[in-house]
């Protein structure tokens, strides 16, 4: 198990005490969010969740999603028929690319297998954890080709784990910050976590610190953790307290 020699549980009590009623408050209009269709049934909720995800944690998708095209729009383009180029909103076009036909099967199925996996995190379930986040990747790395033609591989990771953990709710949030707040909490040479299995599993093991009377972990608990990195990765000085 991966130690945290940095960790100080004192300075987790006070972080959290200070950042916690005012997250919980931030997060519950997007859980209000989540709770539309969750079985993805319908793509238009399954757009405005990712419209919300995107504008809310600055994700990044129109840098990845380009409109449909210049010149003459594709035969779906939902803009009014003008010929100088698409108008439509690009991560609208991703989510129709995404949902639409046999394709909407895929992405529904791993919607629901991702809820099926319990409503807490443990040794047991952490490789379907993983195994999802990594699916989820593939198939939006599939569509993105499908819609902008481009080749390049593009990092998913980010906002697959904080799709799904206001899906499933024990995803552990994977981002630059939580990475950065793992890593300063242990020894020099630790992981770049540039693959989200190997966050999750020192996710796992920080658990394990933070709360060592449990074995299998809430969202709750997880979520404290990830406050906690988020604040510790943004402000090394409140790693501990006087």
């Known amino acids: 198990m991966t130690e945290f020699p940095n960790f100080?549980?004192?300075?987790?009590?006070?972080?959290i005490d200070a950042e916690w009623p005012a997250h919980q408050h931030y997060k519950s209009g997007i859980h209000l969010v989540f709770e539309e269709d969750p079985d993805h049934l319908n793509d238009r909720a399954t757009e405005i969740k990712f419209l919300f995800l995107d504008k809310v944690y600055s994700a990044g998708l129109r840098r990845w999603f380009k409109p449909c095209g210049d010149g003459e729009p594709p035969s779906d383009c939902t803009s009014s028929g003008t010929k100088k180029g698409c108008k439509c909103d690009p991560i609208s076009v991703f989510v129709r690319h995404l949902t639409v036909g046999e394709n909407g099967n895929e992405f529904s199925l791993l919607m629901k297998n991702a809820r099926e996996i319990g409503p807490k995190l443990s040794d047991k379930n952490l490789g379907k954890v993983i195994q999802d986040i990594e699916c989820f990747g593939n198939l939006l790395r599939e569509r993105i080709r499908r819609t902008d033609g481009s080749k390049k591989p593009t990092n998913f990771q980010s906002f697959c784990s904080k799709y799904l953990w206001f899906h499933a709710g024990v995803f552990p949030?994977?981002?630059?910050?939580?990475?950065?707040?793992?890593?300063?909490?242990?020894?020099?040479?630790?992981?770049?976590?540039e693959k989200y299995g190997e966050f999750a599993e020192d996710i796992l093991s920080l658990l394990k610190v933070v709360f060592p009377e449990e074995s299998e972990f809430t969202s709750e608990q997880i979520k404290r953790v990830d406050v906690f990195l988020f604040g510790?990765?943004?402000?090394?000085?409140?790693?501990?307290?006087?």
Request: charged content about 40%; hydrophobic content about 30%.
């Open 8 to 15: 100080d549980k004192r300075a987790f009590d006070a972080l």
């Open 173 to 193: 949030v994977y981002d630059q910050w939580a990475r950065k707040g793992l890593k300063r909490l242990q020894k020099r040479g630790s992981s770049n976590y």
């Open 232 to 242: 510790i990765g943004h402000d090394k000085s409140r790693m501990s307290v006087e």
